[in-house]
């Protein structure tokens, strides 16, 4: 419903193919056989690179080769929301931030919401804070694992390091179960790795988490040892049991979530589908609308069992990779 206003936005996009690298053969063998399913889920010319020739796409042998996936696009995530704000703005909509709601109570005409001080009436309510919901709507908090991802930039390169290592300037990833992803900063002149964390409290979590980040670069990139960290930063995303997103409705308030690590382009287009059916304008029926949304006995929104869950992946991965 924003498109076309969103268009004019100043949005950097980075147009680029992904590539994702097997840690193993068997997971190099494993992509080869889902080569004709993905040509066909998006029409694009998917294609393997073989190890032999694996440096015309990223400057390691930590990989056994990986697949080529044209068609992928990067984009600048705060600018884009920051677009997407000011298309809404241009609609008529008031954006009030800093506040936190507290409660949302039914009434009546539809619903009360608390906002810090303020209470204001609303005929619907729509729910799209993904893993930040927490505590105020216990449905969602305890069907959504929030789970942190944290990403980190080494400081300037020399032109030739990252030509070196990243020849195309593509999106890139590994196919590890605990995935780590990079990609070149906008300017091309930084590398951008992100990956899980070891802690999500304490005073030293910055430091931990940048050094464990660090260390998986170094997996993949060994030349980076005396390359310097210049920024960490970490956010949450959401998760669900069934590994699907969700979109629905359950005791008169709208909700959109659990979009498991794929939320900029997904969140987008549930948004437009959730507001037809608030509207009552919907054309046809999302095949995520009303799907069964299941929790787990024992889980009420804090992932107690994600340390171990973790170290169960990474377990997994070093014993493939040996």
Same mark, same amino acid.
């Given at each position: ?15 680029? !193919? ?7 053969? $068997? ?13 066909? !889920? ?8 073989? $190890? ?31 677009? &997407? ?27 009360? !919401?608390?906002?810090? #001080? ?17 505590? &105020? ?11 942190? #991802? ?96 969700? &979109? ?49 006995? &024992? ?24």
């Amino acid at each position: 419903m924003l498109g076309q206003n969103v268009a004019a936005v100043n949005i950097i996009y980075i147009i680029s !193919v992904l590539f994702r690298g097997a840690v193993t053969p $068997r997971a190099y063998d494993a992509m080869g056989a889902q080569l004709e399913r993905i040509r066909k !889920v998006m029409p694009c010319d998917a294609h393997l690179v073989p $190890r032999a020739q694996q440096h015309g796409e990223i400057g390691t042998d930590f990989y056994h080769g990986g697949l080529a996936i044209p068609g992928y696009a990067g984009l600048h995530p705060a600018r884009y929301v920051a677009g &997407l704000a000011q298309a809404a703005e241009r609609a008529g909509v008031t954006i009030i931030g800093g506040i936190r709601v507290t409660a949302i109570e039914r009434q009546a005409a539809g619903f009360r !919401v608390s906002a810090g #001080s303020k209470q204001i009436d609303a005929k619907q309510v729509l729910l799209a804070t993904n893993s930040y919901t927490g505590p &105020l709507y216990p449905f969602l908090q305890r069907r959504i694992i929030p789970i942190r #991802s944290a990403i980190i930039a080494t400081e300037p390169l020399p032109s030739a390091v990252m030509s070196r290592l990243m020849p195309k300037r593509r999106m890139l990833a590994g196919s590890q179960r605990v995935v780590t992803y990079f990609r070149p900063s906008p300017d091309g002149t930084r590398i951008l790795f992100g990956g899980r964390v070891l802690k999500v409290t304490g005073e030293d979590v910055v430091e931990t988490n940048a050094a464990h980040l660090r260390k998986q670069m170094l997996q993949v990139f060994p030349e980076l040892t005396d390359a310097g960290i210049s920024h960490y930063w970490h956010g949450q995303t959401g998760f669900t049991f069934d590994k699907l997103p969700h &979109l629905g409705q359950h005791e008169g308030i709208y909700y959109a979530c659990g979009y498991n690590g794929t939320g900029i382009a997904r969140a987008s287009w549930f948004g437009h589908k959730i507001a037809h059916r608030m509207l009552g304008t919907e054309d046809q029926p999302s095949a995520y609308a009303d799907l069964p949304f299941r929790s787990r006995h &024992l889980y009420y929104g804090k992932p107690w069992f994600l340390p171990l869950a973790v170290l169960y992946y990474e377990m997994r991965d070093r014993w493939d990779q040996r």
